[in-house]
């Protein structure tokens, strides 16, 4: 926080969904302590603001499509070292051990009342750190089952759908099924991602 009259917080958002970028900004925007909402798309935007700008607090989604928020949030302190960053995510989640690794101040599920997220950003802004103990990778959305798993493992080793179907004695069209599934549970749109998004979770072997 700053003193005397500049005491209201500069605030970034860092996410690649127009949603979340409209609801942060409206929920932070008619906060009085926050002078000013800002919004980027990915790390290179997100790092042009800081720059500009020099935020106090930012949010920075764990999964920014081929960047990670870790990364992102590595780049910004390295320009601004005084900032806080709040890691969020609306799927994954990241373990205490590791946001503090890459510099982060805290961690936010965006299914958080907007209460407790403004609370957040005001007590990372104070100096304060924020993290929840990181949940199992097979609960909630990422409940994985032991097929699809295996189509998981099979995927990240670079075997087609007819492959993997032949391996695991599957027709293509269920194997098919199984990977739609994937993609769903790990709110992922294409291979790629989804090996990236179940590294990080350590979901693969």
């Given at each position: 926080?700053?003193?005397?009259d500049?005491?209201?917080?500069?605030?970034?958002?860092?996410?690649?969904?127009?949603?979340?970028?409209w609801?942060?900004?409206?929920?932070?925007?008619e906060?009085?302590?926050?002078?000013?909402?800002?919004?980027?798309?990915?790390?290179?935007?997100?790092?042009?603001?800081?720059?500009?700008?020099?935020?106090?607090v930012a949010?920075?989604?764990?999964?920014?499509?081929?960047?990670?928020?870790?990364?992102?949030?590595?780049?910004?302190?390295?320009?601004?070292?005084?900032?806080?960053?709040?890691?969020?995510?609306?799927?994954?989640?990241?373990s205490?051990?590791?946001?503090?690794?890459?510099?982060?101040?805290?961690?936010?599920?965006?299914d958080?009342?907007?209460?407790?997220?403004?609370?957040?950003?005001?007590?990372?802004?104070?100096?304060?750190?924020?993290?929840?103990?990181?949940?199992?990778?097979?609960?909630?959305?990422?409940?994985?089952?032991?097929?699809?798993?295996?189509?998981?493992?099979?995927?990240?080793?670079?075997?087609?759908?007819?492959?993997?179907?032949?391996?695991?004695?599957?027709?293509?069209?269920?194997?098919?099924?199984?990977?739609?599934?994937l993609?769903?549970?790990?709110?992922?749109?294409?291979?790629?991602?989804?090996v990236?998004?179940?590294?990080?979770?350590?979901?693969?072997?």
């Amino acid at each position: 926080m700053k003193d005397g009259d500049s005491d209201r917080l500069r605030v970034l958002v860092v996410d690649d969904h127009d949603v979340v970028h409209w609801g942060f900004r409206l929920m932070l925007g008619e906060l009085e302590w926050v002078e000013r909402c800002l919004s980027a798309r990915n790390g290179d935007e997100a790092l042009a603001l800081t720059r500009e700008h020099a935020p106090d607090v930012a949010l920075v989604d764990l999964f920014l499509g081929g960047e990670s928020g870790p990364e992102v949030c590595e780049r910004l302190l390295t320009e601004r070292p005084e900032l806080r960053v709040l890691l969020i995510s609306g799927a994954g989640r990241i373990s205490p051990a590791t946001a503090r690794a890459c510099g982060a101040s805290g961690f936010v599920p965006k299914d958080w009342p907007a209460a407790d997220v403004a609370r957040a950003v005001r007590m990372v802004a104070l100096g304060m750190a924020l993290f929840e103990p990181a949940p199992p990778a097979a609960d909630g959305a990422l409940m994985l089952s032991s097929r699809e798993r295996e189509v998981l493992e099979r995927i990240a080793g670079g075997a087609t759908n007819r492959e993997i179907a032949g391996a695991l004695h599957l027709s293509p069209h269920t194997v098919k099924e199984h990977t739609s599934a994937l993609y769903r549970k790990l709110d992922v749109r294409n291979r790629a991602e989804a090996v990236q998004r179940a590294q990080r979770l350590g979901l693969l072997s």
